[in-house]
Structure formats: C-alpha cells, structure tokens
C-alpha cells in the first residue's frame, strides 16, 4: 500500500527520472507531469499529497502555476514545494510570495529532498481532519479569511548583540516580535503568552543546539502547535534532514535574510492561524454535537452515553446514583395560549433555573419536548429526593417572564430512581430511565408538581 501521492513536475526528462528515483524507496505513488497543464489535470476529481514543482515547464513556468494553483479554492491548500534555480536569490523571493509550502534550490541533496516530502506529508496527515471542516457546511462558514500576523519569537545565539535581525522581521511581519537567548528560551517563553511562530538562528559553535531547541519546543506544550522555522548558519545536509524530521515546519539554508524569513514567517503564521480556526470550528461543531441548542443542556445522545459511563463506572465501586426523570406541567397549553416562542422561552428559562439549583457535577439534559433527566451522582435515596424538591422548587419559586412582559407560573413533575448501593450490582440506564418515566406518570397522576420514587427505590 502507497503512503502517499506525489507529483514531480519538471520540463527536463533527466530531472523527473533523478527525482522520482530520490523517491523510489519511500513507497510513495509518484505521478509525472511536464507541462503546466498536465499539472492542472492531475489536481483534478484526486489531486496528490504534495506537488514537487520545478521552476521550468513546459509551456509555463512553475512559480506562475503556483500563483495559479493558490488563487483557486480547490487547490489552494495543496502543498506545493518549489524548485529554483541553484543560489538565485530572487527566484526564492517569489516562489515564497506565489504562496509556495517550501522552496529548494534545484541542487538540493535528495536526503532533502526526501525529508521535505516526509515533513509536509505529516502536515498532510495531520491536517486531514481540519481539512474535514473545509468540506462541513457550518463548520466551514466559521473559518474566516486569515491575515498573516501572529506573536513571533526570534531565539537568536547567545550573546549576540546584533539587532539587524529582530528589526528586519519587525518591519515586515505584522505582529509583535520578541527575542530571546538560545540559552534561556525555553525558560523565559513560559512567561508571556505562547508564540504563534518561533524562528531558531542555529548557533555557528555549536550547531546541534538549535537541533535540541527544536526537539524540545515541538514536545512542550507552549509551543507545540507553534509554527517553528529553523535558519541554518551554514548548509549542512545532515543537520537539515534532522532539522525536518524532529519537526521543523521550515528550514532556510541560506542565512539569516530578513526579507526571506520574513516571507517564510507569514506564510507560517497564516497557515497556523487558518489551523486554529479549523481545530476551533471542530471544537465548536463537536460541542454543538452533543448540546441541545435551544437550552443548552446536553442532548438526549450524549446523556445516554454519559449515562452508560456512569453505570459503568458504578459496577467498579464508584457508589449509587440517582435518575430523574422531569416534565413540565401543562405545557401544550403555554404553547397554545401563548405561542411558541413564549414556550420556548419558558424551556429556556426553566433550564437555567434547573442547572442552578444542581450541584457542579451533576448532569442535567434535555431529552425533547419539555423533558429533561437529570444524574446525581454519589447519592442515596434522600440525597436524590431533596434534589428533586430543589430542581421543583427553583422552578415554581418565581414566575417565569415570557416575551411580551407577561409572567407565568410554571411547575414541573419528577420521577426518581436509585441504582442499587451494592458495588456487585450492575445497573442498567434503560432500566433505571424507565423506572423514573413510571414514577413520573405517577407524580402526574398525583395532581402534578410532584416528587415521586420509583417502587424499586422504596
């Protein structure tokens, strides 16, 4: 099985043969293109992994089809590595504002080569669930276009003087940049808020430090999410196939020029910043998942899984609970009396008076309708019924206020039932909800407004 599709386009033949035998024992699916438009053709119904892109093609030229490939919502976040030609300066300045991923000169050791691909074919995996919450109507309408700013850290050598570097980020990067010593980042970033992005200057004594740096900014929970760019003082293949492989999300090669790193620096930032908003909207959109929109209660699914846990738990000794079934009384007639939105502000209310009168902890949801159970947990039978009178009472206590300024009396009826107190018994949810329905039938029948336990309880 493949582990990944990668795209190698150049307009030499030499050049794809060299590339795709760099690649040969990756196990990767390689596809080969020459010309801009077999490119395009190849992004189309199942684009690759990541696209190795030479700056020459035929009939185009690959800094132009990166611009291309960027300006299209399709394959605009699609990793794209750019190949220029060797030492020229300018052609990585505009690889790196066509939007490209990474940019190599066209002589790069293939071990580099290699440990590019692999780093952004992790990108690649991990961001395959955001990329889940691009193609989820709602979730993708939260993610709003990203500017290119962020908190930086700048962790130059020790004892170096020299403010060139910090000023030359400064003015091109919007967002505030802080320096600190290769000796004592990893103590002083704990102080202030995390960086968005930290770039390393390796240390031209002892090169294997920023290498450490890396490793221990990518493990720590401050910066592992950071966008983390490393600048070399010197090539070194070795020192860059690690620097890749211990996490590095870019490497420049060529020295500290603060116009490249710059370029690099906001890149990074707006990819991190758009990975925010997805794993937010993914946080959002799995709290929704289990939260009853109107109260904001938890659901009927997540109350039954949660309740399972707790049956669970209780089989291991974790004590009795209780189940509470709760209906409000007489609630067809608000709606028809006062119309829905008065209903559902009463729904509304009445669930924020509930959740007040219970302790931190327990669990109160919304089943549908106008009913609610709610789980107290580590209780017996006394602990369970005053509750109940506590959730009844905080609901009838006060008038509930509807839309139009009128204010209603509402009252509600409670079913309770108690797992057994015995660590050996195993309690079963369905039972126990079905326990609490029966004796909340029975509170109802009871004239309403009425506690209830279950017989088995008794």
Aim: proline residues 5%.
């Amino acid at each position: 099985m493949m582990s990944g599709r990668i795209l190698i386009a150049a307009a030499v033949p030499a050049e794809r043969i060299l590339l795709r035998a760099t690649l040969a024992s990756h196990a990767y699916d390689v596809l080969l293109a020459s010309s801009a438009k077999a490119v395009l053709d190849h992004t189309r119904g199942n684009p690759p992994d990541v696209i190795l892109l030479s700056e020459t093609l035929d009939g185009g030229c690959g800094i132009d089809l990166c611009r291309t490939l960027r300006a299209n919502p399709d394959t605009s976040r699609l990793p794209l590595i750019l190949r220029v030609h060797a030492g020229e300066r300018g052609g990585r300045l505009r690889a790196l504002a066509a939007g490209a991923d990474a940019v190599m000169d066209a002589d790069t050791a293939p071990s580099i080569v290699a440990a590019r691909i692999r780093s952004l074919m992790r990108r690649v995996a991990s961001g395959a669930e955001l990329d889940e919450v691009v193609r989820t109507p709602g979730l993708a309408d939260q993610i709003d276009l990203v500017p290119h700013t962020g908190r930086v850290a700048l962790i130059i050598p020790a004892g170096t003087t020299d403010m060139r570097w910090q000023i030359g980020l400064q003015t091109r990067v919007r967002g505030p940049v802080r320096v600190y010593s290769d000796g004592t980042a990893l103590t002083e970033l704990w102080l202030g808020d995390p960086p968005d992005a930290v770039v390393v200057v390796e240390n031209p004594a002892v090169p294997e430090m920023a290498l450490r740096l890396v490793s221990e900014l990518r493990c720590r929970s401050a910066t592992m999410r950071s966008a983390i760019l490393l600048v070399q003082s010197e090539p070194g293949w070795d020192r860059a196939v690690m620097a890749l492989d211990v996490g590095v999300d870019d490497l420049i090669e060529t020295g500290f020029d603060p116009e490249e790193v710059a370029l690099r620096v906001r890149h990074a930032l707006a990819r991190k910043a758009y990975e925010d908003r997805c794993r937010a909207a993914l946080r959002d959109g799995a709290r929704l998942a289990v939260t009853d929109p109107l109260t904001g209660l938890a659901n009927r699914r997540f109350a039954m899984d949660r309740l399972r846990q707790i049956a669970e738990r209780s089989r291991t000794g974790a004590g009795a609970f209780a189940v509470l079934a709760l209906d409000l009384d007489r609630f067809k007639s608000i709606n028809d009396t006062y119309g829905h939105p008065a209903g559902d502000a009463v729904l509304a209310t009445v669930a924020r008076r509930m959740e007040g009168a219970l302790r931190q902890g327990d669990l109160l949801a919304r089943m549908g309708g106008e009913e609610f159970m709610a789980v107290i947990f580590g209780c017996e039978l006394d602990q369970a019924t005053g509750a109940a009178d506590r959730l009844r009472e905080a609901v009838s206590g006060t008038p509930v206020p509807l839309p139009d300024g009128t204010e209603i009396t509402v009252t509600i009826s409670i079913g309770v039932a108690i797992s057994g107190q015995s660590a050996t018994e195993r309690p079963d949810p369905v039972a126990l909800i079905a326990q609490a329905d029966r004796a909340l039938y029975a509170a109802k029948a009871d004239g309403r407004n009425q506690v209830t336990v279950s017989s088995h309880a008794a």
